[in-house]
């Protein structure tokens, strides 16, 4: 696997468990972590939406 596909799951997966929290416990880690809508929290959240895109690409590969 490419470091850079890692990269993408793991934000992909921090990205799934945070809206899990919110979804069960309307709970926002990356929100609490590093303030609301902070500088540090959109470009968490650019990051794993572009993961999300990356993780599409992932999805069809060959192996």
């Known amino acids: 696997m490419k470091v850079i596909d890692t990269i993408a799951l793991i934000l992909i997966i ?3 468990i945070n ?3 919110i ?3 309307n709970f926002n880690l ?3 972590i590093f303030g609301t809508m902070s500088v540090i929290s959109r470009i968490i ?3 794993v939406g572009i993961s999300g895109l990356w993780g599409i690409k992932l999805l ?3 192996k």
């Open 14 to 16: 921090i990205g799934a």
């Open 19 to 21: 809206w899990g929290l």
């Open 30 to 32: 990356v929100d609490t």
């Open 23 to 25: 979804g069960i416990f």
């Open 60 to 62: 069809f590969d060959n």
């Open 45 to 47: 959240y650019t990051l």
